[in-house]
């Protein structure tokens, strides 16, 4: 299994903008991976995955027009960019890898590897 560990979040205030950092523990090659928040009582969102080492990317609906996924290989890490950061985005965010070879729009796409998360807070 993957180790991932997010880090970037905090206290921002609305309007502003954070980027959210997911580093892996080995290679993500062909992995897809994407990133997810929750806040209390609510269901867990997709926000945005991509496939590891290739140009596919998918944005959900949850932060429509505001994230922007990205990767750099050389660290094995993927990061997400929220601007315009609103109230309703306080959350905490989790990046997962699904296993090698299963594109991010397959329909067997699991992500079966799991960050510890990190929490986000805006500020109205």
């Known amino acids: 299994r993957v180790q991932l560990v997010e880090t970037g979040g905090g206290s921002v205030p609305a309007g502003g903008s954070l980027t959210l950092s997911c580093h892996a523990s080995e290679s993500m090659y062909a992995r897809c991976t994407g990133w997810f928040r929750q806040a209390p009582g609510k269901e867990r969102e997709k926000i945005a995955a991509?496939?590891?080492?290739?140009?596919?990317?998918i944005y959900y609906n949850s932060i429509q027009g505001r994230a922007s996924i990205s990767q750099d290989t050389s660290k094995n890490t993927v990061y997400l960019q929220i601007d315009n950061l609103k109230p309703e985005d306080t959350a905490m965010y989790y990046c997962a890898a699904a296993r090698q070879y299963v594109d991010c729009s397959s329909f067997v796409l699991e992500f079966r590897d799991w960050g510890q998360g990190t929490q986000v807070t805006v500020a109205s």
């Open positions: 991509l496939y590891f080492g290739g140009g596919n990317t």
